[in-house]
Structures are given as structure tokens and as C-alpha cells.
């Protein structure tokens, strides 16, 4: 197959895919605000908004180094692949270790109520989940396996429906709806990984080379840098709004910045399926 076709191959699944995700994302978030009212749907959604910015020393820009470097040099893979797992697993602790501290000092100056901080600590294990999850298929698109990834995000959010109407029903709330997307991640990592075990050579393996782990920190940091303006630009506003204002005022803006999300749904396919095959064409 050649180049072209792979791109518009992948293209093709990432868009309907991402467009049926994000449509039944759309209309979950506003059953889940009818379920919640503006006060809980207020602090679930601080929580998680706050929780996801602390991926960004998670990441620190690796997985889109090794989709590139992946797709650039195949036979190079598995090394980096192993490298960035390494240095994934340290850079979660030290982020988890920052998230815990950056909340408590900010709970100092306005103490939060302990649902709040029971949610934040709920939505840690998401990130957790998630981080790893994106490296994985950081492999799968340098080898331009990019359907896999879009048939798994789609049953991802009809998990995390199903989960989360599921514990509504047994009388749970945010911390309920929390739970539902921790178990629909579990289950889309678990898929992840049983995909790169199946359709790849690449195993899991720790490699501890500090010139190399340096080198590739170099090259990841300014795709961190862009991540990091990236990732405040589209969360440190909820936060803000949250200690400023509150929760109701953080449910009413969260619920109207849901449409404008769903609406990048086609150049952010396009993006992710050319970005790999460009790399491999260079």
C-alpha cells in the first residue's frame, strides 16, 4: 500500500471515528450535567481539568518524539519505545508527587472541600491510565496502525457511558462518574497493550542509558514546550474560574467550551494520521 493510501486510510478512520466519539462525548457531558446540577458538575469538572494538566510532565513531549523517530527508523523502535517507557515511569511519579503538592499549597490560600479533593485524587488514576495508554499508541502510529487506535477511542467513550449511567443508577455522583472513566481507561489500555503484543514485534523492556535518555529529552523538549502552552491554553482557564468564581460558574463555561472542542474533530484526524507519514517520507 502506498503512502498516500495509508494516509488517507488512516485519515479516513480517525475521522469517523473521532466524529462519533466526540457527537456521543457531546451528548454525555450534558446528560451528565442534568445528572449532576451546576455545583458537582463544577467540582467534577475541576477535578479532572486539573489532574490532566500535570500530564504534561508526564508526556514531556515523548510520544510524538517516538511516533516520529519510529516512523523515521523503524529498526530503532523498540530502543526508543524502551527508553521513553523508562523515562515515563519516572517523570509519573515526579509529576503525581508535584500534582499532590501544587493542590495543597493552593488548598492553603482556599481550602477546598474534601469531596473536591476526594474527586482530584479519584481523577489521578485517569492521567495515570491515559499516559500510558498514548505512548502505546504513539508505537502503533509510527507504524501506521492508526485504525486500532480509532476503533478503541470510540468504545472508550461507550464505556465510559455505560460505566458512568451504571453507577448513576446505583445512586453515585461524580465521585461515581470518576470511577467509570478509571475502568473505561483500564480497559482501553488493556486493549492497547494486548494490540501492540499482537500486531507489533515491540515488547516492554527497562533500559536505563543516561546519554540516550538525555538526548531524547533534547529532542522532546520543544514538543513539551508546545504542549505546555497547549495544555494551559485549553485548562489553567477552568482552573482559574474555579478559585475566582466557583463551581456553578466552571459547569456553565465547561458546557459551552464542549461544543467548540467537538468541532476539531476533522483537523485533528488529518493531523494525526500526516504527521506519521510525512515523518516516514523524510
Do not use: C
Not at 74 to 103: E, N, W, Y
Not at 169 to 190: C, D, E, H, M, R
Amino acid at each position: 500500500m502506498t503512502l498516500s493510501s495509508v494516509l488517507a486510510k488512516n485519515t479516513t478512520y480517525l475521522t469517523v471515528s473521532s466524529i462519533a466519539q466526540k457527537a456521543l462525548a457531546f451528548w454525555w457531558f450534558t446528560y451528565v450535567a442534568m445528572q449532576l446540577g451546576g455545583e458537582t458538575l463544577g467540582k467534577y469538572t475541576f477535578a479532572v481539568t486539573y489532574t490532566s494538566i500535570f500530564v504534561i510532565v508526564m508526556n514531556f513531549g515523548l510520544i510524538p518524539v517516538l511516533t516520529r523517530e519510529g516512523a523515521k527508523q523503524p529498526d530503532q523502535l523498540q530502543r526508543q519505545f524502551s527508553l521513553a517507557i523508562t523515562l515515563k515511569i519516572i517523570l509519573t511519579v515526579i509529576s503525581i508527587a508535584l500534582l499532590i503538592g501544587v493542590f495543597y499549597g493552593l488548598n492553603y490560600f482556599k481550602p477546598r472541600p474534601e469531596y473536591t479533593e476526594l474527586l482530584v485524587y479519584l481523577a489521578i488514576g485517569i492521567i495515570i491510565f491515559d499516559t500510558f495508554r498514548s505512548i502505546i499508541f504513539g508505537v502503533l502510529r509510527a507504524q501506521q496502525l492508526m485504525h486500532y487506535e480509532a476503533i478503541g477511542q470510540f468504545f472508550y467513550q461507550v464505556a465510559v457511558v455505560i460505566g458512568g449511567i451504571g453507577l448513576f443508577s446505583f445512586g453515585y455522583s461524580a465521585g461515581g462518574l470518576i470511577i467509570a472513566i478509571n475502568i473505561a481507561s483500564v480497559l482501553y489500555l488493556g486493549y492497547s497493550i494486548f494490540i501492540l503484543l499482537k500486531k507489533t514485534t515491540i515488547r516492554f523492556h527497562w533500559l536505563w542509558h543516561w546519554p540516550a535518555m538525555r538526548q531524547l529529552l533534547l529532542i522532546a523538549a520543544p514538543f513539551a514546550l508546545a504542549d505546555v502552552f497547549f495544555k494551559l491554553n485549553g485548562s489553567v482557564d477552568t482552573v482559574m474560574l474555579e478559585y475566582l468564581a466557583g463551581d456553578r460558574y466552571v459547569a456553565w463555561y465547561n458546557i459551552a467550551l464542549k461544543l467548540t472542542i467537538t468541532l476539531t474533530v476533522i483537523p485533528g484526524a488529518f493531523a494525526t494520521a500526516f504527521f506519521p507519514a510525512m515523518s516516514q517520507a523524510l
